[in-house]
Structures are given as C-alpha cells and as structure tokens.
C-alpha cells in the first residue's frame, strides 16, 4: 500500500538558521507531491507542490527537493522565522488517482529565538 | 466565499449520539474532501466528492460515517452512534479541480465523552 513517512518528528532550529524538513515514500507510481504548514488549530495550509518531472522548485524563502531514485522529498526553509513553527506534513497523490493525497505524519519545527 | 468555511468549530457530544459537521467550501471549487486528523497524527482520507459524479467513499472507517454533497457545494459529514474512537479534528478542503493542492478549512474539533 502506499506509505508516506517522516524521518524526523520534532526538529528544533535556532531562528536564522535553515531548516529541512524531510519526507520518504514508497510508491514508485506517485507523480505529484505537496508540502503543508499546520499551525495549531488551524487546517494545512498549502506551501509548495512539485511535480516528478522535477526535481527541485523554489518559492519565497522554501525550496522542495524530489529525488525519485531514492523516493525521498524534502522541504528547506531559509533564514528560519518564529513564524515557521508549525507541524509541516508531505503529502504525495498517485499517478491517476487524483482522488485523494497520502499524508505523511508530520514533522514539528521549533524555531528558537 | 474567501476561504472554506466548517462548523461548529468545536463540538463536544456524548458517546452514542449523531453528530453533523458541515462544510462550505470556496465557491467553485467543484472537489470537495474530508479528512480525520486524530491528535498527533497524519491526515486520514474519508471521503471525496467531484462534481456530479458517485463520491470515493473508501476512506470512511464505518458505516456509521456518512457524507452527502447537496447542489455540488455545501456538505455534511454525519457520524451516527459516536464512539470515543471518534474524536478528533475533521478537516474539510476543495480544490478547483482535481490532482491540484486543496484548501483547507480549519477544521471541526470532536470530542467524544
């Protein structure tokens, strides 16, 4: 079955620093990846997607890394802010199955300041 | 409207009862999404509406759990019989279309007693 995992449950980075956040999956067949940011009581909210025809894409501070050989996806966060404490989860959706995304469990970052 | 949109926010129910969660969610989004967060843990998938076409109810846990889409916006989640098993956040997300990251509600908080 599909299996989308984090190698880290909590990582703690001191405020400035870079972050990575990283994300393993098992499913040869999946094509398109997210990450999402979780503050506390809210929902995912949407950070950055990828594609598997890529293997890097950056945005405002993020960049997601694919690496198919190896099945592993993972999340930097530059000069880290307070503000990116949050639980940051992988989510991975099979090739022509768009109905729904795979979850990975979650990593918690801490950011010190 | 702006974002999606659940209710209640929080719901606390005695164990045996029928709850109702309820989901607006962004107009024009023709997918809509539950998902079960359980404290700690990823997103687990229930239930998937697409325009018109038969919901993907795999993901529900039971037959206790039941989902209607009405008009192809607003959408109830109704949980008969609660069991304390239940508790947990039920997030709601839409999507313009699918195969495309979702926007996610903040959720509704249950608690089962």
């Known amino acids: 079955g599909e299996s989308v995992g984090l190698h880290l449950p909590t990582l703690s980075v001191q405020e400035g620093d870079n972050s990575i956040i990283n994300c393993a999956y098992s499913n040869s067949a999946s094509d398109y990846f997210i990450w999402y940011k979780q503050e506390s009581g809210k929902g995912p909210q949407f950070i950055i997607d990828i594609r598997s025809n890529m293997d890097k894409r950056q945005g405002q501070r993020v960049t997601v890394l694919l690496n198919k050989t190896v099945k592993h996806l993972s999340l930097q966060i530059a000069a880290t802010q307070p503000g990116d404490s949050a639980v940051y989860f992988c989510a991975e959706n099979i090739r022509n199955n768009f109905n729904k995304f795979y979850f990975g469990s979650g990593t918690k970052l801490n950011v010190k300041p | ?113």
């Open chain 2, 1 to 113: 409207g702006a974002g999606v949109s659940q209710s209640p926010s929080n719901k606390v129910t005695e164990k045996g009862k029928d709850v109702e969660l309820r989901c607006d969610p962004i107009s024009g989004h023709t997918a809509l999404y539950w998902y079960r967060q359980s404290l700690g843990q990823g997103l687990e998938f229930l239930i998937y509406f697409q325009g018109n076409s038969a919901p993907d109810k795999s993901g529900l846990p039971s037959d206790r759990f039941s989902a209607e889409r009405t008009g192809g916006s607003v959408s109830t989640l109704t949980i008969q019989r609660t069991q304390q098993e239940d508790s947990a956040v039920y997030l709601c997300a839409s999507s313009f279309e699918q195969g495309h990251g979702y926007t996610f509600g903040s959720g509704t908080r249950l608690t089962v007693v």
